[in-house]
């Protein structure tokens, strides 16, 4: 076994959202830490714990890279697509219904009008209203909330606030 202990090359970025602050519904607070070090971002609120650690870029500085990474790159390394989504499939269903020509209103009306708690709901419909094959491929996913919540966090609070570090301090010192 091997264990290591040593003073931590961290910055942290602690937040408090006011009740005036759009995001204050969804994150009451926030603690953001950079691990210059070993690349690591670790986020702690009473919106989620994410964390995840990248492979050391040898001539970056890892609050450059954080402090610009975009929210799409960003939700694909803390979170997978794995929440029903009703309004994506519904939209990727009325997609495919239109480009396979049909015409039949009252398919439409009662596919905007349904509500799908799930995809087991979703499937149901498509198969007894619909009667179409393999109607698993229409259920579509998205990101969880919470996940979203913090990547807009991260993008609109977070990141200028590591820029604004890098300006007022410089750069921590590479271990």
Not at 40 to 45: A, E, Q
């Amino acid at each position: 076994m091997y264990v290591s202990s040593g003073k931590a090359n961290v910055v942290e970025v602690s937040i408090r959202l006011d009740k005036d602050d759009k995001l204050y519904q969804e994150c009451l607070w926030a603690r953001a830490y950079l691990d210059i070090d070993n690349w690591t971002l670790s986020f702690v609120s009473d919106c989620g714990n994410f964390s995840y650690e990248w492979t050391k870029e040898k001539h970056s500085h890892f609050l450059d890279f954080v402090s610009s990474i975009p929210a799409s790159y960003l939700i694909d390394k803390i979170a997978t697509e794995d929440v029903f989504s009703e309004e994506k499939s519904k939209n990727y269903l009325l997609e495919f219904l239109r480009e396979s020509g049909e015409d039949d209103d009252t398919i439409y009306a009662s596919l905007r009008d349904a509500s799908f708690r799930n995809e087991v709901e979703l499937i149901d419909f498509i198969e007894d209203i619909l009667e179409l094959p393999d109607a698993e491929q229409y259920c579509c996913y998205d990101y969880p909330h919470k996940a979203k919540v913090f990547v807009k966090i991260f993008t609109t609070i977070i990141q200028p606030e590591i820029k604004k570090y890098i300006r007022n301090f410089g750069y921590p010192v590479c271990n």
